[in-house]
């Protein structure tokens, strides 16, 4: 009885070691590629020619990120600004100075499930990863 709970103890310690440095390269890979799209779509968006982070630059974002293996129906955008006007209205671009905010979410997806094997408590199936971002807007009119 022994050998078989040291035996059932070692293996889960076994997965969790082989199999943790996969799902943490996974998180790791997802956080940057949301934070790199955050800053791309604020470089564009907040640039003299747009002044605005618009519906179609979002839906473009989305697909980029498909094409990386995120799932567009689970990607989050939120956009505002410091003066509470809309970042997101190509008809009213952001005037310069103003500063566009843009944060993009996404599921977890039971990455850290894995974790439970050495009791560690997992990260719910709600939580979301963020990537967050701030330009000031060079929209001129």
């Given at each position: 009885m022994?050998?078989?709970l040291l035996f059932v103890l070692f293996a889960a310690m076994m997965c969790w070691?082989?199999?943790s440095p996969i799902y943490k390269h996974v998180v790791i890979v997802r956080q940057a590629v949301l934070q790199q799209e955050v800053d791309y779509l604020?470089?564009?968006?907040?640039?003299?020619?747009y002044g605005?982070?618009?519906?179609?630059m979002l839906q473009q974002s989305a697909e980029r990120?498909?094409?990386?293996?995120?799932r567009?129906?689970?990607l989050a955008y939120e956009a505002m600004t410091?003066?509470?006007?809309?970042?997101?209205?190509?008809?009213?671009?952001v005037p310069r100075g103003t500063g566009i905010a843009l944060e993009i979410s996404y599921p977890y997806e039971n990455l850290f499930m894995i974790d439970a094997l050495i009791g560690l408590t997992?990260?719910?199936?709600?939580?979301?990863?963020?990537?967050?971002?701030?330009?000031?807007?060079e929209y001129v009119p």
């Open positions: 022994r050998q078989l070691m082989m199999f604020l470089e564009v968006g907040a640039s003299g020619t605005h982070i618009g519906p179609v990120l498909e094409r990386l293996g995120l567009p129906d689970e410091t003066s509470g006007v809309s970042a997101t209205n190509p008809g009213i671009p997992p990260i719910g199936p709600d939580e979301r990863m963020r990537a967050y971002g701030m330009r000031m807007s």
